[in-house]
Every structure is written in C-alpha cells, then in structure tokens.
C-alpha cells in the first residue's frame, strides 16, 4: 500500500465519524473517542508522507549542488529553512524531520546500487502508522548518538525493541524508554555523560519586581535528594490538609503544588539557619537507588533513582549508597517479611518498598512514588483481600477514584517484584477489554 494510498483511507475513516456533525459540539462521547483516534491516524499517515518529502527536499538541496540546490533556487539558504518557512514549523523541528527522512528512506552507494534505509524498521512503522514523526525523531536521534560506541548489530536490536515499545506511548513515555536504552547501548557512555552534566550544575538567584528568581540545573545525584525532600514536603503537605478537621474553613490550606515547593525550599533552608520552626515530617521521603548484583560487583553498567529518568553510573550509585537517606534496593531479606496475609491491614515499608520496584510510582499514570498510596485489589473488608504484594498496587489518588469509579479491573502477572501489573478497560472503554500493561514493565526495555 502505497504512502497515499494509507492516507487517503485514514482520511476516510475521519470522514465516516464526522459524516453528519458540523463540529465536535454534535459528536457523541463515543464519536469524539473515534474521531480521536481517527485524527491521530491520519497525523502519522501524514507524518510518513512528510518524512518521505523531508528527505527528498533535502537530497535535491545538497551542498554540492551549488546553486543548483532547490532550496537556493526557492530562494531559501538551506532545505530545513524551507521546509520551517512553508509548513509554520520552527527550524528545529524542520531539521528534526529531514534528519528522520534521511535515517529512513532508501540509499544509494557510490555505484548507485540501492541499500537499505539506515534505520528500516522505523520506516515500517511509519508506513504503518503506528509512529509519529516526533517519536522517529527521538528514537532514531538516539540511536545516532550511540551507533560508534555499540556496534550495527546492537544498534539494530535496539531500533526493534524501541520501535516494538513505542506504540501506544505518549511522547514524554517514550523519552522515558529512550533515556534508559541510551543506557543499555552505551553504557561506557554514562560516567562521562555525568561528568559533563556535573559540571555544569548551577543555581541562580537574582530580584526583579518585589520576587526573588531561583533558577537551578542539577546533575541526577546532586538532584535526587532535592526531589525526595521537596517532594517528600508536598505529600506530608496534602496528608495533612486531607486530615483537616474542616477543610472549607476560611483558613484552609488552599495552596498550589508550586506553592507548596516554594514553601519546602524556604523552610529547608532557614532549618539549615537554625530556624526553630517545624515543617511537616517527611514520612517516606528517602531516596531508592536500584542496581543488578551484576553490575555492582562488575562496577560497570548503570543504576537509576526513583523519581528520577536519567540513569546514573554505578560509581555514583556508590557514593550516593555511603550517604544517609539512601536505600540501596534490596529486598526481600531474612529481615522483611513481604506477604503478611490478613494479620495486617496496612502495608508494611518493607512492602511499600517492593511496590515501589514492581510498580515505580503509580501504575497506572505514571506519578512518582511519594504521591501514591499502596491500596489493596481486592479491597480488605468487602472482598477480604490480603494484605499481600499479589493484592497490593500503587496508585495516585486519581488514578484510585478512576478505576473504582469507572469499573476499571487489576490483574497481577507473576509473584514478587518481578510481576506484571495489567489495568483491564471497561467495555465501554474497550469491548474487547485489552489488558493494558502498567507499572514500571512499560519501560523495562531489556528483561
């Protein structure tokens, strides 16, 4: 099927959902959900085709051709300004999409015998239109920066597990699933990686119009205990406002998420000043960096921190493992009991803690593990459930009320922190209830 031919049919399908409506005021919820997808196909299918055009625009604009470049004969300096300039898209952007174009379109040798795209399984997908643009960017970007440094073979075998993972992702999960192959590909990349962003780490504070402007850049293991504290102040924050005896009263605690932050920053610095003031205690608010065995004992490959994306080498894992508020995750000792059954109600920290392997923050969206809470499948006392990691799960509060509310089920696959956490949709969702995987699986790239 050609790039057009796709096209078209994705523009039919749009058609068909929008056939008697004048806009989305006259669609119903089930039309505006098709029409979402709908829309969303079509952008990929375009995408594809802009991709494909990217690259040709870009091969007719070469520098060797002089003033022969169809760009310069367009009277544009280069095919990126052309391209910026004719679809309203800045040049960055426009770069961003000659470069997938270039990484995915056929080659020719010196000879002129063809050769395969750079990247072919990306292209697939695009064809397919199962990837956007944006997402072959990030991937195939990526996998440029680490080909030397990993081999063909590797790089190849990343390409197939990205472009395997990415359907489905949003963008931001994505990067998420990129930062942490870069780590697979290049681990030898890391520490030098890390060095670099640490030495350029910076705070900044200046006054302008009655506020003081902090800006700050952290490297991840000087930022890891910022994030842990000042998200730690946040949570312990709206514990205690849901526990207010009356939380409409004209005192309440009506402050936002960034005012809050505000305050945790000004309250743990004047407590560095000797500030006799208390704030909130930070229950839980401790910093988990995770590492395999292997890689500890090698000193090679790469650890990460909760609540953090960038990975971080296992020599900074090292030192940040010597430091108080730290906790190396091991789980599972002669010391911690993980399955209590029915004899507790409440999780446990040793079983918060093998939540927060398996799951990562909340299972469902994604949030960071400080504003979850763990909450039992089947619930204590109407279904009776124990108090057990098989029946436990994190969850935000939202994600909470959603799948109570809306008749989302949870299936657990596998015993202990190496299970998998599946959110089943409602039929009104999916009739074909398509179990979603959730939890810190959707972005373990390599078992």
């Not at 000879?111 to 695009?126: D, F, I, M, S, W």
Request: overall charge negative; glycine content about 10%.
């Amino acid at each position: 099927m050609s790039k057009l031919t796709a096209l078209h049919e994705a523009i039919t399908c749009l058609e068909r959902v929008w056939a008697d409506a004048e806009d989305s005021n006259d669609l119903s919820r089930e039309q505006l959900v098709s029409a979402t997808d709908a829309v969303a196909l079509v952008q990929r299918r375009l995408d594809a085709v802009q991709v494909d055009v990217a690259a040709g625009l870009a091969r007719e604009s070469r520098p060797e051709l002089g003033a022969g470049s169809l760009a310069k004969q367009q009277g544009f300096r280069t095919p990126a300004k052309m391209l910026s300039t004719t679809m309203g898209v800045s040049t960055g952007d426009a770069l961003r999409l000659i470069k997938v174009g270039e990484g995915t379109a056929p080659r020719t040798d010196l000879l002129g015998a063809k050769l395969p795209a750079k990247y072919p399984l990306v292209r697939e997908a695009l064809d397919r239109g199962v990837l956007s643009a944006q997402a072959a960017a990030v991937v195939t970007a990526m996998l440029d920066r680490c080909r030397v440094a990993a081999g063909a073979e590797r790089i190849a075998e990343g390409e197939k597990l990205l472009t395997e993972a990415a359907v489905g992702l949003g963008l931001d999960e994505l990067r998420k699933l990129v930062v942490r192959a870069e780590a697979w590909l290049d681990p030898d990349g890391i520490e030098p990686r890390e060095e670099e962003r640490r030495a350029q780490r910076s705070l900044t504070m200046f006054e302008r119009d009655g506020y003081l402007h902090v800006n700050g850049k952290f490297d991840a293991e000087t930022g890891a205990p910022i994030v842990a504290a000042v998200r730690g102040f946040v949570s312990a924050t709206f514990a205690a406002r849901k526990d207010a005896v009356d939380p409409d009263a004209p005192d309440a605690d009506r402050r936002t998420v960034a005012m809050i932050q505000a305050d945790a920053f000004s309250t743990f610095c004047a407590h560095m000043l000797g500030c006799a003031a208390k704030g909130p205690v930070l229950a839980g608010a401790t910093i988990v960096v995770r590492m395999s065995l292997d890689d500890l004992e090698s000193g090679t490959g790469s650890a990460t921190i909760d609540g953090m994306e960038q990975p971080i080498s296992v020599s900074a894992a090292r030192r940040m493992a010597a430091n108080g508020g730290v906790i190396p995750c091991v789980l599972g000792g002669d010391s911690e009991i993980l399955d209590w059954g029915r004899r507790k109600r409440l999780f446990t920290k040793a079983q918060r803690l093998a939540l927060v392997e398996r799951d990562g923050g909340c299972a469902m969206c994604g949030l960071p593990p400080e504003m979850t809470g763990a909450h039992h499948i089947r619930w204590w006392q109407r279904h009776r459930g124990s108090t057990d990691l098989s029946n436990g799960v994190l969850l935000c509060e939202t994600c909470h009320h959603r799948i109570h509310d809306n008749g989302w089920e949870i299936e657990i696959d596998g015993i202990g922190v190496g299970a998998k956490v599946w959110f089943i949709p409602p039929p009104y969702v999916d009739p074909a209830r398509t179990p979603r995987l959730g939890g810190r699986a959707r972005f373990d790239l390599v078992a």
